[in-house]
């Protein structure tokens, strides 16, 4: 249990955060819809979902807690609420994988990050059933 204060991390126990060796779920008040933060016990960094456009960005957190590089996003499907901040992140900071749930939707915000995903160049790929392996827990 990490103490919030207004919807933003206390600074104090996000010290360091990502040399800890324990694994942490985050999940960020980012308004209306879902947003989560993924840190395995090496550092690496998950994003699942980053909510909508709004004021409420994932950036903030992300940066108070000193994070400079996310090891894959993961859409759990293409609704305005889930995927709206994703974006913002994609822009920031530098991600090494995309992955998206399969589900095609023609909105406005989908369109945008798949045509960023296609000039950045990433993999943004899932199938049924996929299991992701992100480390190990003693």
Excluded at 46 to 67: C, F, H, Q, W
């Amino acid at each position: 249990y990490e103490p919030v204060s207004k919807g933003i991390f206390n600074p104090l126990t996000a010290v360091n955060f990502l040399n800890s060796g324990k694994l942490y779920l985050r999940m960020v008040n980012v308004g209306q819809g879902d947003g989560f933060i993924i840190q395995t016990p090496s550092g690496k960094i998950y994003i699942i979902d980053a909510g909508s456009n709004s004021t409420r960005s994932m950036i903030p957190y992300l940066e108070k807690l000193g994070v400079t590089e996310i090891e894959a996003i993961m859409m759990s499907h293409p609704h305005h609420d889930h995927i709206g901040g994703i974006l913002k992140l994609l822009n920031k900071f530098p991600v090494k994988k995309v992955f998206d749930s399969g589900y095609p939707h023609l909105t406005s915000t989908y369109k945008k990050i798949l045509l960023t995903l296609e000039k950045k160049i990433l993999n943004t790929s899932c199938q049924k059933k996929m299991i992701f392996m992100i480390g190990v827990i003693e």
